[in-house]
């Protein structure tokens, strides 16, 4: 089993940064990639970002590029989203997510809420 937990998350007004960070334990060598996804109240989860453990690939949502960047600390095992100019359309719970590259993501952090407000 791999635990992630996320932190970072808060209340912010639009155009201003956050940072969230992930923190991965466990059998995380038996996955590959790291990924942060999203859920707005009433609507279904959507993809943010992702990153391979070596950095080797990134992809992006279009919603969020230019804005978000994902980036991986592997000595302390831990994935982070730097997010800039967020937009009220930002507001969801963020997780965090842990896989293996075109098997989806199995282990999924409990969530931080951001609030980005007008």
């Known amino acids: 089993q791999v635990q992630l937990v996320e932190s970072g998350g808060g209340s912010v007004q639009a155009g201003d940064s956050l940072r969230l960070s992930c923190a991965a334990s466990g059998r995380t060598f038996s996955t590959d990639t790291m990924a942060w996804f999203r859920q707005a109240p009433g609507k279904v989860r959507e993809f943010v970002a992702y990153i391979r453990w070596t950095g080797s690939e990134i992809r992006y949502a279009e919603s969020v590029k230019g804005r978000f960047t994902i980036s991986i600390d592997n000595a302390y095992n831990t994935v982070s989203l730097q997010m800039n100019s967020l937009k009220p359309e930002d507001t969801a719970v963020y997780y965090c997510?842990?896989?293996?590259?075109?098997?989806?993501?199995?282990?999924r952090g409990p969530g931080t809420q951001v609030t980005v407000s007008s």
């Open positions: 997510a842990a896989g293996r590259y075109g098997e989806g993501f199995p282990y």
